[in-house]
């Protein structure tokens, strides 16, 4: 099986709940000796407020098409086996899987590293957006790792994600999603 065989990228529209030992399944596999994974939950407070639910939205075929590009990079960092990424659009309340994320590998070293690298470069560059709401309110975020991602555009060694543009130092790039792009010419 080839490597983009073992790589499944779903988002999830219209369902209650993401079938953990599904995706654990698919990586399964006998030359395996680690799998691992992550759930990424609604919690019921953020900054002393009250949270009720997540609202996520995206535009899937864009967001798929990134999450894969983000596997390929986790691929090219890692021996991995096979990689399964699940993440739910809609509404999602408290103590409910948002996003979960399964990777098998020989090593277990291999599996882990690459379970952080796959959460934090979806969260950064993967346009999936997320509404908190609140006893009493409502607010549109931004992951602590995309602001992140934005502060370094204005840097030397800037990158670009997901096919957008970005300007640095009068330069103009397009990069492929997940394909660390340099944006000047230096």
């Given amino acids: 099986m080839a490597a983009e065989e073992k790589t499944l990228a779903e988002i999830l529209e219209d369902q209650n709940l993401i079938d953990i030992a599904r ?12 799998i691992a ?14 949270v009720l639910e997540l609202r996520y939205e995206a535009y899937v075929p864009m967001a798929i098409k990134c999450i894969k590009s983000v596997c390929a990079s986790a691929r090219s960092s890692w021996n991995l086996h096979s990689i399964a990424v699940a993440h739910r659009l809609g509404t999602v309340p ?38 908190e709401v609140y006893l009493n309110g409502e607010v549109w975020k931004e992951n602590s ?16 994600y997901c096919g957008k543009s970005a300007e640095v130092e ?17």
């Avoid at 790792?145 to 670009?160: H, P, Q, T, Y």
Wanted: net charge positive; hydrophobic share 35%.
């Fill in 170 to 186: 009068g330069h103009d790039k397009k990069g492929c999603c997940g394909t660390k792009v340099r944006v000047n010419d230096e």
């Fill in 145 to 160: 790792e995309f602001l992140k991602r934005r502060s370094e555009l204005g840097k030397k060694e800037a990158v670009d």
């Fill in 23 to 34: 995706y654990i399944s698919y990586v399964s596999a006998p030359q395996a000796g680690a």
């Fill in 94 to 131: 408290v103590g409910e899987t948002s996003i979960f994320i399964a990777v098998s590998a020989v090593h277990r070293a291999d599996a882990l590293e690459a379970s952080r690298f796959l959460i934090d470069e979806i969260k950064a560059s993967v346009p999936i957006w997320k509404k």
């Fill in 37 to 50: 994974t992550f759930s990424g939950t609604t919690r019921d407070t953020f900054d002393g407020k009250t």
